[in-house]
C-alpha cells in the first residue's frame, strides 16, 4: 500500500505542478496516471509544438515544458504510479481516503487532488480486425510501455501521425526488424520525424509501406504474422507485435461513479475557495474541473493547483496559520535535502 499527504490523479501539467506548490508547504504528494509517461496530452498529443502563453515563455515545446516542471518537483520526490488507471475512491476513516487502481494498487492519502484533464486516454482499436481481442496483449499493444519489450524483435507500426512516426524511429535501434504502415501516402507528423522515418528506410531500418491497410491477425497463443492489402495486393508478413497507434479518446470512466457532482464531462467544484468538489477533501483541478468562467488553459490549471495545495495545508494543519513567503525570500527546501535559495543582497553601508 503507498500512504502520502496528497494524492495527485493525473500527471498532466496541472497535476504535476501541484507536486510544486505542495512541496512548499511541506506536504508529500503521489501521482497516478493512466499513461505509461507524465505530461497528459502535451506528451500524448502535441509534444513538439510550441505553446505561446506560458508565462515567462515566450515560446516552449509541449515536451520540454512537461521535462521542466518535471525537473522543478525532483526536489519533492514524488512517487508515481504509472500506466495504472484510478478505478475507485472512498474514504476509509475521518483522515484517510482510499484509491485503488485497475492493477489493484492501493493508495492511501490525506486529500485527493484530481487533475485527470479529458479523462483517461483509450486508445483507438482497429475494430475491423475480427479476432483482435484474441491477441491484445499477445501481441497487439496499444501503447510502447517499455522500448525493452521490443528488443530483438519484428514489430509491425501502423498509423500516420506522431506517435507512430516517433516509435518507428525509437524501435528502429531496438527491434530486430520495423515495419511502418499508413493508409495514405503522407503522413501528418512533424516534418522533421517525416524526414527521418524517409532517411531510416533509405538505410533498410524501415519497411515502409503505404498506402496499405491491416486486414487480418494471424497467430495461436500469440501474433504470428498480419496480412496487409497494399495498392489491391494481400501480402502476409511475419510479426511478433502490432501497435497500431490511431490516436486516443478521453473518457471520465469510472471516475462517473465516485459521488462527485459531475457536469458536462467535468466535475463542479467551489472556485470561490479552493477547488473543492462536493466531497470534502477532494478537490478537481485542471481541465476536468468546471466553475463559471472556466478556461481550459494551462495557466489556468497551474492557478488552480496553487490555491488548492493552500486549502489542504490548512486541512492537515487545522488551526494552524499559513503565511504566504515568496521563494524569492524564503528559498526552496525539497525533501532530498536540496537547498535553492537567491544570493543574499548585498546591503552598501551608508556612511
Ligand atoms: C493540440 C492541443 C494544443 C493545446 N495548446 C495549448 C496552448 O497553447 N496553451 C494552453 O494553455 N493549453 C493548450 N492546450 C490545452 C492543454 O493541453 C490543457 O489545458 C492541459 O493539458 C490540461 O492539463 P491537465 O493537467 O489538467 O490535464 P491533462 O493534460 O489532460 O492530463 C490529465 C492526465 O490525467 C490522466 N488521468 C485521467 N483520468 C485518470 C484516472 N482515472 N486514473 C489515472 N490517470 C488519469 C490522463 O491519463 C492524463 O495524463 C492544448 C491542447 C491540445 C490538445
Request: glycine share 10%.
Amino acid at each position: 500500500m503507498i500512504t502520502t499527504d496528497l494524492l495527485i490523479i493525473g500527471a498532466g501539467p496541472t497535476g504535476l505542478f501541484a507536486v510544486f506548490e505542495a512541496g512548499l508547504l511541506k506536504i508529500k504528494c503521489h501521482i497516478i496516471d493512466a499513461l505509461p509517461q507524465p505530461g497528459g496530452q502535451l506528451s500524448e498529443l502535441y509534444p513538439k509544438k510550441p505553446i505561446f502563453d506560458i508565462p515567462g515563455f515566450p515560446s516552449i515545446n509541449a515536451g520540454e515544458l512537461v521535462d521542466n516542471l518535471m525537473e522543478q518537483i525532483k526536489q519533492f520526490q514524488p512517487g508515481f504510479t504509472l500506466g495504472e488507471t484510478a478505478v475507485s475512491l472512498h474514504k476509509v476513516d475521518e483522515d484517510y481516503f482510499e484509491v485503488v487502481t485497475n492493477k489493484g494498487t492501493v493508495h492511501r492519502a490525506r486529500a485527493i487532488a484530481i487533475a485527470g484533464g479529458l479523462g483517461t486516454f483509450e486508445p483507438r482499436k482497429p475494430e475491423h480486425l475480427e479476432n483482435l481481442s484474441q491477441f491484445e496483449e499477445h501481441g497487439v499493444e496499444y501503447f510502447v510501455k517499455d522500448p525493452e519489450h521490443f528488443r530483438g524483435k519484428n514489430v509491425v507500426i501502423a498509423g500516420g501521425g506522431d506517435s507512430a512516426l516517433d516509435w518507428s524511429i525509437f524501435l528502429a535501434n531496438i527491434a530486430q526488424k520495423v515495419t511502418l504502415i499508413h493508409r495514405r501516402n503522407e503522413f501528418r507528423g512533424a516534418l522533421d520525424s517525416v524526414e527521418k522515418v524517409q532517411a531510416l528506410k533509405d538505410q533498410g531500418k524501415i519497411n515502409l509501406i503505404t498506402p496499405a491497410e491491416v486486414k487480418a491477425l494471424k497467430g495461436g497463443t500469440h501474433l504470428e504474422g498480419i496480412t496487409v492489402e497494399t495498392n489491391g495486393e494481400q501480402v502476409d508478413i511475419a510479426t511478433d507485435f502490432f501497435i497500431p497507434l490511431f490516436g486516443l479518446t478521453p473518457k471520465l470512466g469510472d471516475l462517473n461513479n465516485w459521488g462527485l457532482d459531475i457536469e458536462k464531462n467535468a466535475i463542479k467544484v467551489n472556485n470561490a475557495l479552493d477547488y473543492q468538489t462536493n466531497i470534502e477533501g477532494v478537490y478537481a483541478i485542471g481541465d476536468i474541473n468546471t466553475y463559471p468562467g472556466k478556461l481550459k488553459l494551462i495557466l489556468c490549471g497551474f492557478h488552480e493547483a496553487t490555491l488548492m495545495c493552500q486549502s489542504v495545508y490548512s486541512r492537515m494543519n487545522p488551526g494552524k496559520k499559513y503565511v504566504l513567503k515568496y521563494t524569492t525570500v524564503s528559498g526552496v527546501d525539497g525533501f532530498d535535502g536540496s537547498r535553492k535559495e537567491a544570493e543574499k543582497a548585498v546591503v552598501k553601508k551608508i556612511d
